[in-house]
């Protein structure tokens, strides 16, 4: 028994040459969302951010998002098409995001607010860290409704059937990192953070995160269709994982320098 793809449409609806798609809200209610979570934590816990730098660093954090996910996106999973067409760069509405990419813009404009306001670097990335995986899990839900980056043929009683995956019954790979890197990690990281100790040292949030997410999505790429004009990588390897190992080393190093020097 395997299970169709459900008929939903990408654009939630359309007036002239505007189109709301289903992709496009999942960044819009993430961002809101974390934007909202995040305040009232540091009104709880007393974090010593003003609700106007928390404006600012919201707006630092979009840009991250944006630049960081679609750079990363031309630059490792183009294979050379951007570059032949640089037009296309640009063109968001096309699709195509890395969220390795993006994890990386992030940290750069975070390190940006963090020089501005003269805020500890590792403090601000663990308060953000905290809701990260909300945006994470609508994602990847707006990927199953994309019919994109669907998994690897299976004969598991929940296999999907995708228009795009050839009506062949796949791993629904985009629900797997829904639960893993949203959900779990979202919990994780939420429970972890109640206890003193972990808010006393700086970078312990920011570490689990970087070693959660890596190591599922190293474990999803198992399940998961590498990208067609990629394929796998020398050992069998998949772009995805490749790029997930230095996230894990990072989150290690992190953990034993938090661990090490306690900071409040």
Known sequence: MYFDFPNVSPVIFSIGSFSLRWYALAYL???VSAWM???RNIRKYNLGISDEQLDDLVFYVTLGII???RLGYVCCYGDGYFWRNPQEIFALWHGGMSFHGGIVGVIFSLYL???KYKFPFLKITDIVALYVPIGIFLGRLANFVNDELWGRVTNVPWAVKFPDGGYLPRHPSQLYE???EGILMFVVLNLIWKKTFVREHVGIISSVFL??????????EFFREPDQQIGFLLGGITMG????LPFLLLGIFILHHA??????
Do not use: E
Not at 259 to 264: A, D, E, F, L, Y
């Open 29 to 31: 209610v993430g961002i």
């Open 37 to 39: 979570l995040t305040k």
């Open 67 to 69: 630049l960081g996910g």
């Open 113 to 115: 607010f963090a020089k």
């Open 178 to 180: 829904a639960m893993l």
């Open 211 to 220: 070693m959660f997410y890596a190591f599922s999505r190293i474990v999803v």
């Open 241 to 244: 994982q490749l790029l997930s």
């Open 259 to 264: 661990v090490k020097t306690p900071q409040t």
